[in-house]
């Protein structure tokens, strides 16, 4: 977890330095583009102080009032994230309207555009740091800053071509016109994080690949049990929940059923890192003839 919030402050850094540059080739420009990407990397700085206040309290050992520990920490944070993108979108918005009621030729374009050009390149590099130690780490605030880092590359590049066209052709209402355009597409990364974040708070179930593989193995590791059934499946930040009803011979002993519960176990968690089970076992009196059938 240690590596996951060196990652964080690494992110607060990188924000700081592009947001200067991209700050810069604004004011030197007076583009409306220019400042929508001024203003997403305004986000990205904070997203990244979010995200590291996130995972600091993420990693706190469970507790009496937090008995399934603080995961859900990096959940909220990536919520948080894009609520911001959402608020940052609308700013653009606003800045992109006054620019339109009164345009205004650019200043300095070229050093402008050659200031957000490095800016987006140290952006690109961050953003796929990111998502390889966000998936590595299981870190939902890591993967959720770095979709937001890709997103902000890939309008950065719009952006620079936004302004290439405004220089070249001398038509002043391009650039408020790409700031617009530029704010709708954040709009639409930001309800994306959201949503993605929100199922996490909800109690999710993972992806139906993930399901068919737990009830794969599921089926070869309880040799000696009879079936499983009302198998549920969530996830809650690095932590995944697994529970389900494990039906054997009535006449079975409590020893014998619990080796076949730990067989279950090892075998699962070797797979899912993060893993908590969680087996009632029931007598054969009880099986429903459906979930995974082991005889």
Avoid at 103 to 112: E, F, I, N, Q, R
Avoid at 131 to 145: F, H, I, N, V, Y
Avoid at 163 to 188: E, F, K, M, N, R
Avoid at 241 to 251: A, I, K, Q, R, T
Wanted: net charge neutral; proline share 3%.
């Amino acid at each position: 977890m240690a590596g996951a919030q060196r990652i964080a402050l690494g992110s607060i850094a990188v924000g700081l330095g592009v947001l200067a540059l991209k700050g810069v080739a604004w004011r030197l420009t007076g583009s409306a583009a220019l400042f929508s990407d001024a203003a997403e990397t305004v986000v990205n700085v904070a997203a990244g102080v979010i995200a590291l206040g996130a995972l600091r309290l993420a990693a706190r050992p469970a507790d009496a009032n937090h008995p399934y520990g603080h995961d859900k920490a990096e959940v909220f944070a990536a919520v948080i994230e894009g609520a911001l993108i959402v608020l940052a979108a609308g700013m653009i918005v606003q800045h992109a309207w006054l620019v339109w009621r009164h345009p205004a030729p650019l200043d300095m374009p070229l050093a402008g555009m050659a200031l957000n050009a490095l800016a987006t390149l140290a952006n690109a590099g961050w953003a796929l740091v990111l998502l390889r130690r966000g998936r590595a780490l299981r870190s939902a605030a890591l993967r959720a800053d770095g979709q937001h880092l890709l997103t902000d590359v890939i309008t950065s590049a719009g952006v620079l071509i936004g302004v290439a066209l405004v220089v070249v052709t001398g038509v002043a209402w391009l650039d408020p016109l790409l700031a617009a355009l530029t704010a709708a597409y954040i709009l639409v990364a930001g309800l994306r994080v959201i949503g993605e974040s929100v199922g996490g708070l909800m109690d999710a179930a993972p992806a139906d690949a993930i399901v068919r593989r737990i009830r794969h193995l599921l089926g070869e590791a309880a040799s000696g049990a009879l079936e499983a059934h009302d198998l549920r499946v969530r996830a809650a930040g690095r932590q995944t929940y697994m529970e389900f009803d494990l039906v054997v011979p009535g006449s079975m002993t409590v020893a014998d059923a619990h080796t076949i519960c730990d067989r279950i176990e090892s075998a699962l968690k070797a797979e899912i890192e993060g893993l908590v089970v969680t087996i009632h076992v029931e007598p054969e009196g009880k099986a429903k003839h459906h979930g995974v059938i082991v005889v």
